[in-house]
Structure formats: structure tokens, C-alpha cells
């Protein structure tokens, strides 16, 4: 029989479907050969690119030419601009604004790899330092509320065909994405009624019973959630609680960089390379002084990053109803990424 499981964040329901359980193996992706052209995300390339709004730089080299190891550029499909304002309206019942924000590519590496995997430790440090340096620089624009950190990798998480060369990329909007605001509330509600953050407690019941945990560093663990929307999916999750990546220690960032190196490995090997997304979950800018305006939220909320491996496909029915059907458990998933061993 199928099994409904709950998420106790948002109250979504999933369909683990046992009946038609797939093993994990049995997802290993097939790739067709892709050819690629000439690449503008190189080093020594950045003539082809928007000029950098920020890079991480080696001594005595200049703004967009050689010698960066981080690079942060605008989007050239970017359908946002921090110019103007917002010019809030009503046309009739429905609301309108001004395409206000911002959205840019992180250029992971000067050299041209496919994979974040495939980086050392000290350059993902790196784009994880980069990344947090714009979201810093971006709250400052009282226009924008939230920042959204992705990764596309793979023709069919939304990558590019033109290069597969390793980068993320970082919107900003004036609003909070709605995907968010459903756990800002959950959080908020939880909290409400038993004065801890649901995400800790989630953190050390998974810790506890160890069946779904994936890797578990000092700083970071990383768990196939419970109500799994999609076979493999993973959360990657700070042991301290913190509502505001931008807030991330040090040693956290060492912790995460060894992450991302060891679980995108396990995932490129178990699953030969999939297609995937990772978003962070972070909490939104807070300038508001309205009393109780997220009066909680440093106590009730806790950033984390969300793995979602394209391997499935999305049909009618997750579409029309908000339920997902997970043809494999999470217990299996996770079992499986902790025994694919990589060096």
C-alpha cells in the first residue's frame, strides 16, 4: 500500500509510492552528447559577459580581466532592474508593480568546470563568501524584501545550453517568494505553540534516529526530508540554529564547502551526473518597525538548502492537487548516498 506522509512545516502531503517502488540504482541518468561552443564564462573571456558588479580577486589585477577566482556578473536575460521605483497600482481587482530587482550569475570558477563538485574545498569557500557578500550588498536597496540563491544544473533543472561552465545565481525581488512564506508561517506557527524552532527539533529527531541522514559534519547536516516530494531529494541544514545565511560562521563555511564537494560527488556518481536544482531558504529582509511584523523570526526560522534532483517527472495530478508522488522511500535514497563511497 501507498504511504501519505506529512510535512510538519508546510502540511504538504506526499504519496510514497511503495507499491511501484523504484531502487535507487534504477534512476542512473543517461546523457546524449552535448556540444558545446565557445565559452564566456572562462577566464580571460570577459569581454563576453556584462561588465562584474563584484569579483574575488588576486592582487593588482583589474575589474573584468584575468585574474579573479570569483566572479559576479548581471544576467543578460535579466527581467529586472534596480533602476526606479516600485509604482505599486491597481488595475481594476488586480495588482501591479514595477519589475523591480536584481538578478545575477556567480561565475563559480575561472576554469571551465561542469560540476561544484569538481572544485576544492578552499574555492567553494570561496563562492559561498561571495555569495553572502551580494546578498549583503543587495538588502541595502530598500526596495528589495528577499534573495534567492539557486543552482540550475543540467538541461532539465533550467541550466543552459550553450555552456554547462559551474555557476549559480542570486534574484532579488521586492516580495517574498510565496514557496517561502509557507515555511516562514509553519515556522512561525510552531514556534507559536511550543517556544522552539521547528527545524532544530526536526535536526535532532533525524540526528537521533539516523535513518535518513546523509552526512553529518560538525557544523552541517544533510537529510533525505521525511515527506520527500521527489526521490533524492536532500536538505542541507546548519546544526545552530540561524535564520539569516548572511549570518554564517566561519567554520560553517568549511563545513558547507566540504558538503557540497562530498554530497554532489555522491550524487554525480550514484546517479551519473543528474539534472538538479539547489535553492536557499534564508529569512526575507526585515526593515519593517510594524509591531509583530516577524516578530519571531530569529527564533522561529533556520536557513537551509533544498536538493532537488530532476529524475522524475511532475504530471497531472502533483500538478492539479499540491500532492507529489515519490516512487522511492527517503530511507532508501539516503542509505544508498551514505554507502556510495567517493574519494
Same mark, same amino acid.
Given at each position: 500500500?501507498?504511504?501519505?506522509?506529512?510535512?510538519?512545516?508546510?502540511?504538504?502531503?506526499?504519496?510514497? &509510492?511503495?507499491?511501484?517502488?523504484?531502487?535507487?540504482?534504477?534512476?542512473?541518468?543517461?546523457?546524449?552528447?552535448?556540444?558545446?561552443?565557445?565559452?564566456?564564462?572562462?577566464?580571460?573571456?570577459?569581454?563576453?559577459?556584462?561588465?562584474?558588479?563584484?569579483?574575488?580577486?588576486?592582487?593588482?589585477?583589474?575589474?573584468?580581466?584575468?585574474?579573479?577566482?570569483?566572479?559576479?556578473?548581471?544576467?543578460?536575460?535579466?527581467?529586472?532592474?534596480? &533602476?526606479?521605483?516600485?509604482?505599486?497600482?491597481?488595475?481594476?481587482?488586480?495588482?501591479?508593480?514595477?519589475?523591480?530587482?536584481?538578478?545575477?550569475?556567480?561565475?563559480?570558477?575561472?576554469?571551465?568546470?561542469?560540476?561544484?563538485?569538481?572544485?576544492?574545498?578552499?574555492?567553494?569557500?570561496?563562492?559561498?563568501? =561571495?555569495?553572502?557578500?551580494?546578498?549583503?550588498?543587495?538588502?541595502?536597496?530598500?526596495?528589495?524584501?528577499?534573495?534567492?540563491?539557486?543552482?540550475?544544473?543540467?538541461?532539465?533543472?533550467?541550466?543552459?545550453?550553450?555552456?554547462?561552465?559551474?555557476?549559480?545565481?542570486?534574484?532579488?525581488?521586492?516580495?517574498?517568494?510565496?514557496?517561502?512564506?509557507?515555511?516562514?508561517?509553519?515556522?512561525?506557527?510552531?514556534?507559536?505553540?511550543?517556544?522552539?524552532?521547528?527545524?532544530?527539533?526536526?535536526?535532532?529527531?533525524?540526528?537521533?534516529?539516523?535513518?535518513?541522514?546523509?552526512?553529518?559534519?560538525?557544523?552541517?547536516?544533510?537529510?533525505?526530508?521525511?515527506?520527500?516530494?521527489?526521490?533524492?531529494?536532500?536538505?542541507?541544514?546548519?546544526?545552530?540554529?540561524?535564520?539569516?545565511?548572511?549570518?554564517?560562521?566561519?567554520?560553517?563555511?568549511?563545513?558547507?564547502?566540504?558538503?557540497?564537494?562530498?554530497?554532489?560527488?555522491?550524487? &554525480?556518481?550514484?546517479?551519473?551526473?543528474?539534472?538538479?536544482?539547489?535553492?536557499?531558504?534564508? =529569512?526575507?529582509?526585515?526593515?519593517?518597525?510594524?509591531?509583530?511584523?516577524?516578530?519571531?523570526?530569529?527564533?522561529?526560522?533556520?536557513?537551509?538548502?533544498?536538493?532537488?534532483?530532476?529524475?522524475?517527472?511532475? =504530471?497531472?495530478?502533483?500538478?492539479?492537487?499540491?500532492?507529489?508522488?515519490?516512487?522511492?522511500?527517503?530511507?532508501?535514497? =539516503?542509505?544508498?548516498?551514505?554507502?556510495?563511497?567517493?574519494?
Amino acid at each position: 500500500m501507498p504511504e501519505l506522509r506529512r510535512d510538519p512545516i508546510i502540511g504538504r502531503w506526499v504519496i510514497i &509510492s511503495v507499491e511501484r517502488a523504484k531502487r535507487p540504482r534504477d534512476f542512473k541518468v543517461s546523457h546524449a552528447h552535448e556540444e558545446e561552443g565557445a565559452c564566456p564564462f572562462c577566464e580571460g573571456q570577459e569581454h563576453d559577459t556584462l561588465p562584474e558588479v563584484f569579483a574575488i580577486r588576486r592582487r593588482r589585477t583589474k575589474k573584468d580581466k584575468p585574474g579573479w577566482d570569483v566572479r559576479v556578473i548581471p544576467s543578460i536575460s535579466q527581467r529586472l532592474d534596480l &533602476s526606479g521605483g516600485l509604482d505599486r497600482r491597481g488595475v481594476g481587482m488586480y495588482d501591479v508593480m514595477n519589475p523591480v530587482g536584481s538578478h545575477e550569475i556567480i561565475i563559480e570558477s575561472p576554469k571551465h568546470f561542469t560540476g561544484i563538485h569538481e572544485l576544492s574545498g578552499k574555492q567553494i569557500e570561496l563562492v559561498i563568501n =561571495a555569495g553572502v557578500r551580494r546578498m549583503v550588498e543587495l538588502e541595502e536597496d530598500p526596495h528589495l524584501k528577499y534573495c534567492l540563491l539557486f543552482k540550475n544544473h543540467g538541461l532539465k533543472a533550467g541550466g543552459s545550453k550553450a555552456t554547462k561552465h559551474v555557476r549559480s545565481q542570486l534574484i532579488a525581488t521586492p516580495v517574498t517568494p510565496t514557496r517561502v512564506k509557507e515555511e516562514l508561517r509553519g515556522a512561525r506557527l510552531y514556534y507559536k505553540h511550543k517556544d522552539r524552532c521547528i527545524f532544530c527539533d526536526l535536526i535532532r529527531q533525524e540526528l537521533d534516529s539516523g535513518v535518513r541522514v546523509v552526512m553529518d559534519t560538525r557544523n552541517i547536516v544533510v537529510i533525505a526530508p521525511f515527506a520527500s516530494r521527489f526521490p533524492f531529494e536532500l536538505w542541507i541544514l546548519p546544526k545552530k540554529h540561524g535564520s539569516d545565511y548572511v549570518n554564517i560562521k566561519k567554520e560553517e563555511v568549511r563545513d558547507l564547502a566540504i558538503v557540497f564537494r562530498t554530497l554532489f560527488s555522491k550524487l &554525480s556518481k550514484a546517479l551519473n551526473d543528474p539534472p538538479y536544482n539547489y535553492m536557499l531558504h534564508t =529569512a526575507p529582509f526585515r526593515r519593517s518597525k510594524r509591531t509583530g511584523y516577524w516578530h519571531t523570526i530569529k527564533e522561529d526560522y533556520h536557513w537551509h538548502i533544498e536538493v532537488t534532483p530532476r529524475i522524475t517527472q511532475v =504530471a497531472g495530478f502533483e500538478w492539479g492537487s499540491g500532492f507529489y508522488i515519490n516512487p522511492t522511500q527517503p530511507e532508501d535514497a =539516503a542509505r544508498y548516498l551514505r554507502e556510495t563511497k567517493v574519494s
